[in-house]
């Protein structure tokens, strides 16, 4: 609301309304109270969403039939794969109601929130579903904060796209801490199922992989994706997404509306989306749909191969399980494997077994190498190595 209040400060003293005071500090404060609404993105920049819809993006997966819930980033330095995907997804369905379900990054306020205020866009006002929010308020189920969604991106990067393509939806928003206990995520999915109509469309807003290489991330997230392709949701809390508590809601009410089959749309990185494959920190999106349908088989198994090891197993088990590498996050199986017949060329891509070679550091310092590789049933194959580095 920055840009309201400089504009509302010029306009009392154009119009000589006070002098600098407490009388006019206290009407200004008062103007700030009785204004009840909260902005998207670049509100009233016509060029950024121009761009944002002005691609059309073919999805990776044939859609058909009506969505129902889908996963989004946040992130808007690739809005214009999230404007392909809104797109596409207004041709199948018409939502009466948009439930976006997202992380609260500030960690401010009741672990629950949601707004009872409309959000401007250059769209339009995106009014909000009070008898869902009311509902939702009056049996405990969360609480009601408007400050912290003056500035939560992972509700107000998605308004714009929501007021653009479905005009006469209302809105639900609600941001999760990461300390929400598993029964009040089963209450919000619970309520949702027994109260949204038919004509409703449920969003997790979430980014995935932060921090790690492009190829790295690649490797996470076809781990994250094949446990919510599958409904897994025994390893949902531990797959690289920035807000788990947000997919496991979602899950939950599309299974209890059997709506559990999902269309991948796009899933890429910043580093691919930018061709910068040189990044060491990246963030990491899938854009998906869910249908009408079972959740797919899960048969992605993620694999750790540590060759010519100089530490023991129980010890790189132990790095494995600590969950402070964000590399070693969600790996099923670890192996041990010799190396000596392994030649390696020179440049970024490799050898007859398909490695390729990132120039970064190791998690692991003690071993020669570091071999991550993903297979599954449908010949999904990704490998990448580590060089030799000492550990940080």
């Known amino acids: 609301m920055k840009e309201f209040s ?13 002098s600098p005071g407490v009388e006019a500090e206290d009407a200004e404060a008062d103007s700030k109270e009785s204004i009840q609404e909260h902005y998207s993105e670049f509100p009233r920049d016509s060029s950024f969403w121009e761009q ?19 996963i989004i980033p946040h992130h808007l330095l690739v809005k214009d794969v999230t404007g392909s995907y809104f797109k596409l997804l207004a041709e199948h369905t018409d939502p009466e109601v948009v439930v976006v379900i997202g992380p609260n990054h500030f960690e401010q306020g009741y672990s629950i929130l949601s707004s009872k205020y409309p959000f401007k866009s250059l769209f339009g006002y995106l009014e909000p579903e009070l008898s869902i929010i009311n509902g939702l308020e009056k049996n405990g189920i969360l609480q009601i904060n408007e400050k912290v969604f003056e500035e939560e991106h992972s509700i107000t990067s998605e308004v714009s796209y929501i007021k653009k393509l479905f005009p006469e939806a209302k809105f639900v928003p609600i941001v999760l801490r990461v300390n ?52 897994n949701y025994p390893e949902i809390q531990n797959i690289e997404v920035d807000s788990p508590n947000s997919i496991f809601t979602l899950l939950k009410y599309l299974e209890k509306r059997g709506k ?59 790095l494995l399980k600590g969950g402070e590498n964000r590399f070693f996050r969600g790996v099923d199986e670890i192996f041990y494997y010799s190396f000596e017949d392994l030649s390696v060329e020179s440049g970024r891509f490799f050898n007859k077994y398909g490695v390729k070679h990132l120039q970064e550091e190791s998690p692991l310092g003690n071993a020669d190498y570091i071999l991550g590789k993903v297979e599954g049933d449908t010949k999904i194959e990704f490998k990448f190595f580590f060089p030799e580095k000492k550990m940080l």
């Open 6 to 18: 400089l504009l509302l400060i010029g306009v009392l003293f154009l119009a000589g309304c006070g």
């Open 52 to 70: 944002a819809f002005s691609k059309n993006f073919e999805s990776d997966e044939v859609l058909n039939g009506k969505v129902y819930g889908g």
């Open 180 to 231: 929400v206990k598993e029964e009040d995520l089963q209450a919000i999915a619970e309520y949702l199922h027994q109260n949204l109509p038919e004509e409703s469309l449920v969003l997790a807003s979430v980014d995935f992989s932060h921090y790690i290489s492009a190829d790295a991330a690649q490797f996470h997230d076809l781990k994250s994706i094949a446990d919510i392709e599958s409904f």
């Open 260 to 318: 559990q089959d999902i269309v991948k749309f796009k899933n890429t990185n910043s580093g691919y989306y930018l061709n910068k494959l040189d990044f060491k920190e990246t963030t990491s999106y899938l854009w998906s749909y869910f249908v009408e349908g079972q959740p797919k088989a899960r048969n992605l198994n993620t694999k750790m191969i540590f060759p010519n090891m100089k530490m023991s197993a129980d010890e790189a088990i132990s």
